[in-house]
C-alpha cells in the first residue's frame, strides 16, 4: 500500500511535530528572489549564502540528492509566555529571542526527523535515498514550505501560518520517495496592506516589502556579524543581545501562536531569556558556558555576546555599568574593548576621556584605536 498524505501527516503528529507538508523536491517559486538578493550583497558577510555550489543546489535539490522527487517538511512550536514585556523591556536586561530560550533545536528536530525518515524507509518497504535538514542544507525551506501548505511568506519574509503565527521551527526529509499526490500551495500572502513589521523594525531593515537586507538586520549582526557593529546602528538596538523578535512580535496572525508544549524549548530560568546585563559584561569563558551551554546562544561564544551586552549597556546609559566596561577596556579581545570604549562614552561623555585616552595610548589595535580617535573626534 501506497503511503499516503495522511499517514505521514499522523506520524509527523506521533514525533511531536505540530503541523507537517510535503511537495514535490522542485526548484522554489522564490529562486529569482533569492538570487537577485545575494547580487545585491544583501547577505552581508554570510558568503556561503552565495557559493557557486550552494546557489547550484538551491536551483536544483538533486544536487544535494541525485534521486530527490520530494520534501517533506515540519514545524515545531516554540512560543512561550514566560517573561511580562516590562522584564523584557527593561534596559538594565539584555534580551534574547524566543527561538534561544530553551536547548538548541537543531537536534531537537534532527533526532525526531531521523527517526521520522527511518519511518518512511521501512513503510516504503525497499530502499529509499534521505537526507536530513533543520536550517543546515542548501534548501530555500520557507519557500518550500509554502508550497506545502504550511504557510504564507510575509512581508517580514517569515513564514507565517496563519493559525499559529511564526513562532515555530522548520525542518525537512528529502527523499527519493515519489508520492500519488501532495499537498496544495498555501497562498503566497496574507499580509494585504498590513505594514507594521515594517515600520516597527528600528534599524530598517526592509528596504522593501518580502525583502530583508541582513547588513541592517539587528538579528544578523547580534548573531552572524563576528565583527565590528557599525556604529550608526548600534543606538537602535535596544537591550537585544541575541536575535530580535520586534517584526515578529507587531504581526497581527502572532495572536494565534500557540504556547509549545515541548518542554526543550522552555527556559530554566530568567538568565536564559534576559540576563542581567552587569552578568553578561562581567562573565569569562566558564561563566558563559555554564549560562548558555547547549542552547543556540553557546555558539557565538563569550567575545561577541559581551560585545553585543556592551551596545545593549552603551543604550541603558546607566552608572551601574560603567565599572565594568572599564574592565572590560582591558579585555584580552580587541572586539569587546572597542564596543566598551563606545558604551563608555555613550554613558558618561566627557567624563569618559581620560579613560579613552588612555586606553589609545596603549592600544595596539587599528581598529580600537580608530573607534576611541571617532568617539574623541
Known sequence: MPLTLTAIRRRAQDLGFNFCGVTPAEPSPTLAAYLRWIQQGMQGDMRYMARTDRVRRRRDLREILPKAKSLILVGLDYYARYAEDEVLEDPARGRIAAYAWGLDYHRVLELRLEQFAEWLAEEAGREIAQKVYVDTGAILERSHAQQAG??????????????????????????????????????????????????????????APFVLDSRLCISYHTIENKGWIDRDLRGQFGNWIFGCDICQDVCPFQRFAEETDEVAFLPFDLDRVAPKLTDILMSNDDTFRAMFRRTPVERIKRERLVRNA???????????????????????????RGHAAWALWRTMELDSAKLLTDLHRREDDARVRGEVEALLG
Open 150 to 207: 504550511m504557510g504564507f511568506i510575509g512581508k517580514n519574509t517569515m513564514l507565517i501560518h496563519p493559525r499559529r503565527g511564526s513562532y515555530f521551527f522548520i525542518g525537512e526529509i528529502l527523499s527519493s520517495l515519489e508520492f500519488d499526490d501532495y499537498d496544495e500551495p498555501h497562498r503566497e500572502s496574507m499580509c494585504g496592506t498590513c505594514t507594521r513589521c515594517l515600520g516597527a523594525c528600528p534599524t530598517d531593515a526592509f528596504p
Open 310 to 336: 556592551c551596545v545593549a549597556a552603551g543604550n541603558w546609559r546607566n552608572e551601574v555599568a560603567i565599572p565594568h566596561l572599564i574592565q572590560l577596556l582591558y579585555d584580552e579581545s580587541a572586539l569587546v
